[in-house]
């Protein structure tokens, strides 16, 4: 059937109005407020913990806990080849610095610690800086002319 403005409807609950809890009778959430009777969480000022179940044991609590999360760890913006190569075909981009990745699309972050991966191939000679370089990046760089400088160090050693 063709949608036209003699049979066009609201989306279910669009006209629904908000819960006004505690308003007398007539509301149908009188009286107790759709809290129930008793208990702990009909009384004021009552705070529980969240994933309170009443006192049956948390999910939480009732999942094993497994291994180790390091909270020194670095966290590199892992950046592949290929996808540099797509940004500068179009923009005839001679050099990369830290403040493009983020003018470019390629971080989301200013401050992002920036790793190449080798994945893909690189036609054009770009000067890359960055704070890592694998060793296939850095050979691709070299291959194609360009440079893979780290940042805070000198350049990546290309493997020859």
């Known amino acids: 059937m063709a949608r036209n403005l003699s049979n066009l409807r609201a989306p279910k609950k669009a006209n629904t109005g908000r819960k006004r809890v ?20 009909s009384r ?7 994933g309170f179940e009443g006192g049956q044991m ?8 497994r291994g180790f999360t390091n909270i020194f760890r670095t ?10 190569a797509e940004t500068i075909a179009d923009l005839k981009v001679t050099e990369i610095g ?14 992002a610690l920036i ?6 191939e690189l036609k054009a000679a770009v000067t890359i800086h960055a ?17 893979a400088v780290v940042v805070g160090g000198e350049t990546a050693p290309a493997a020859a």
Not at 115 to 120: D, E, F, P, R, W
Request: hydrophobic share 25%.
């Open 131 to 147: 704070h890592k370089f694998s060793k296939s990046a850095a050979e691709k760089i070299a291959k194609a002319g360009g440079k």
């Open 75 to 84: 966290e590199y913006t892992v950046l592949n080849l290929d996808r540099i």
């Open 58 to 65: 948390p999910l939480h609590r009732r999942l094993p806990k």
């Open 115 to 120: 790793k190449v991966l080798g994945s893909g």
């Open 98 to 111: 830290l403040d493009d990745y983020k003018k470019l699309g390629l971080a989301s972050n200013k401050k």
């Open 22 to 41: 505690g308003r007398g009778m007539g509301s149908g959430m009188g009286k107790t407020s759709t809290r129930g009777h008793k208990g702990q969480r």
């Open 44 to 50: 004021t000022g009552s705070n529980m913990m969240r």
